[in-house]
């Protein structure tokens, strides 16, 4: 009778050790990352959520970040009143090709100014920042721009880098970390993009950007919220 009453204790103690552990794994509040960005941050957000399950609570905003002019316009309504534990932002592409914006100063000078505002306003937040360098413009000329604009657009090397070097500038002063995406996928462009006149990548190039851009976040996570087990 006692042995049976003892095991019972025991096995009671253990289902009730296991439940609170159990609860506390649950309860366990999981740092708050804000991915900002156009239809490439699209692409490659719903790879960052799964490879970022149980380290951290992954959102993005919703539609297109466009260029820096709407960035500008709409960063109150992306941020909205979450206090982010981590912002991976980036702004390029739109400011490169004028998609919709053609008539507006989208020069290099222009977009580091603006993007030197939308940095200032983003160190407001107190979160983590993470600069993703823009992804490499398409070596062909542009098919929107030709289709929709009638403009033929082809991006030379020596443009893209000026706007990549005027944001790496930004970072820098800032003290911005700085996700490499342009470098990653550069040598692989062949490979994953959708073709030479689309900036877009296949699904394949997509999961490899979301699994890099996880590994920058979960590097830079803050110590204070960073999962235990890392």
């Known amino acids: 009778m006692k042995k049976s009453l003892l095991l019972s204790l025991t096995l009671f103690v253990l289902f009730l050790a296991q439940s609170m552990a159990k609860e506390g794994v649950q ?70 090709y004028g998609w919709e914006y053609h008539k507006e100063d989208r020069s290099p000078e222009a977009y580091g100014k603006r993007l030197e505002s939308l940095v200032g306003r983003l160190k407001k937040t107190e979160a983590k920042l993470i600069w ?31 706007y990549l070097d005027v944001a790496r500038g930004v970072m820098t002063k800032n003290g911005v970390e700085v996700n490499d995406l342009h470098a990653f996928m550069k040598p692989q462009l062949t490979k994953y993009a959708i073709a030479a006149n689309d900036v877009h990548f296949i699904q394949l190039g997509n999961r490899k950007l979301g699994e890099q851009v996880a590994k920058a976040i979960e590097s830079f996570l803050p110590e204070t919220t960073a999962d235990p087990k890392k």
């Open 132 to 162: 993703a360098t823009t992804t490499p413009a398409c070596p062909a000329k542009e098919k929107t721009m030709e289709r929709r604009f009638n403009q033929n657009i082809r991006i030379s090397p020596e443009l893209e880098r000026k």
């Open 27 to 96: 309860g366990k509040e999981l740092p708050k990352v804000l991915i900002i960005g156009d239809s490439i941050s699209i692409g490659y957000t719903p790879h960052v959520i799964d490879n970022l399950k149980g380290v951290a609570e992954v959102k993005r905003h919703k539609g297109n970040a466009g260029p820096t002019i709407r960035g500008v316009a709409r960063i109150e309504e992306w941020l909205g009143k979450e206090e982010w534990d981590l912002i991976h932002f980036n702004w390029g592409l739109w400011d490169m």
